[in-house]
């Protein structure tokens, strides 16, 4: 398979063979049509220092110095002088040696040097009788070869600087696309975190709540207990509490705002069997469901679903020990679900008791979730009493 142009020149050896295949050229034009000492060595000089262009591109400065060597020493521009001194002025640009208005002006000092010493030769050479002296008419043609090396300087330096801009651009966009990859793998390990705290916090709170709600419950319901007996259940559920709260600060450190949820796994057909688990830990739920039942997308089930499950934890935690009664009302409409879940409770703590509470992510997961299909979650006490969570679900 044959390799493309651009691979041949990136690989690390291009320069030193490139290098050597122009000094070996060189050698052979110089044997064929051999000059002074002075432009043999300058051009020799010239080919050879572009071995090392890419190791040290300040050594192009030294290649077109010899070339205007060469030059201004014989009269005849060898064809090796023409091929790697703009090559010089190509490297100086590309690696912005130099800022390229200043390649440009030296470049064209050093054409008018090389000229001003062409004049002077040609003014001691008898053969060009015609060489007009400065002042006189057609005096402006003698200045021919500053104006043709202007305009090779010219195009070698823009050509290397239109290279080089390609190439810092075609960098600036690569790491600007890393930068990007990096900062929407940093948002989907923050919405990964959220979703893993509201899951852990629906799931655990409500299995460790009806730990503590069974322990306690037990001392009340249970015949006969020893002292003994009754203090081991109430330690279990002062752990279990003491356990919540813990589980609370540490769901802090994965919780972000904003964050996105999983793939979801309760759906709206289970939600018999978590009244049936309220009921098994002395609570009194009932269901009622409104309107025809609509399938609705997994994410709307998982939504419902979660705010039935921490608004049954909440009652447990806030009425422990308590004959509490819970409502749950489903109401499918024509464009959207409703939730309620009422109870008859002591209702939501005092200010004072509130403020001694630590933060909990119940009520603001509830509302995420809600807002996570376009809907809308109010909590707060009841017309009757006790606490009503009401949630709105359009699709």
């Known amino acids: 398979m044959r390799k493309p142009p651009a691979a041949w020149t990136d690989a690390p050896a291009h320069p030193y063979v490139s290098g050597a295949v122009l000094t070996a050229g060189t050698i ?28 040290c591109p300040p050594v192009a400065l030294l290649t077109v110095a010899a070339a205007f060597v060469s030059f201004g020493a014989d009269t005849a521009l060898s064809f090796s002088a ?14 912005r040696v130099l800022h390229p208005a200043l390649l440009v002006a030296g470049g064209a000092f050093g054409a008018l040097s090389v000229n001003l010493v062409h004049i002077a030769s040609w003014a001691r050479d008898d053969r060009l009788p015609n060489v007009p002296a400065f002042g006189q008419a057609g005096t402006l043609s003698l200045f021919t070869e500053t104006f043709g090396l202007s305009a090779f300087v010219l ?43 509201r899951e ?22 249970t015949p006969g207990l020893t002292p003994a007996a009754r203090d081991g259940f109430q330690q279990i559920a002062g752990t279990a509490r003491a356990s919540m709260a813990e589980l609370r600060r540490l769901l802090g450190v994965l919780h972000e705002d904003g964050g996105a949820a999983t793939a979801p796994q309760p759906s709206l057909d289970r939600l018999g069997d978590l009244i049936e688990q309220h009921r ?8 009622t469901v409104t309107g025809e039942r609509v399938p609705l997308p997994a994410s709307w089930e998982l939504s419902a679903y979660r705010i039935v499950q921490e608004s049954l934890t909440n009652v447990r935690k806030h009425s422990p020990g308590a004959a509490t009664s819970v409502s749950v009302e489903l109401g499918y409409g024509k464009d ?3 939730i309620r879940v009422a109870d008859d409770g002591p209702g939501p ?12 992510h119940g009520l603001p997961g509830m509302r995420q979730r ?5 809907g809308t979650l109010t909590a707060g006490p009841g017309r009757a009493g006790g606490f009503l969570v009401e949630a709105v679900l359009p699709w």
């Open 28 to 55: 052979v034009e110089l044997c064929y049509f051999p000059g002074s000492l002075t432009m043999t060595v300058a051009v020799v000089l010239c080919a050879a220092s572009l071995m090392w262009r890419r190791a």
């Open 82 to 95: 023409m091929v790697c001194g703009p090559m010089g002025w190509y490297v100086l640009a590309r690696h």
């Open 155 to 197: 195009a070698a330096v823009a050509l290397g600087d239109a290279v080089r801009s390609r190439e810092q651009a075609r960098q600036d966009r690569a790491l600007a696309q890393a930068q990007l990859i990096a900062m929407e793998r940093r948002q989907a390990a923050e919405a990964e975190r959220a979703a893993i705290a």
């Open 200 to 221: 852990l916090h629906d799931i655990v709170a409500h299995s460790v709540s009806m730990i503590a709600v069974q322990a306690e419950s037990a001392t009340y319901t």
């Open 280 to 287: 098994t830990v002395g609570g009194s739920a009932e269901l």
């Open 336 to 338: 959207r679900l409703t």
């Open 349 to 360: 703590p005092g200010p004072a008791a509130a403020a001694d509470a630590p933060p909990g």
């Open 370 to 374: 809600a807002a996570l299909v376009g």
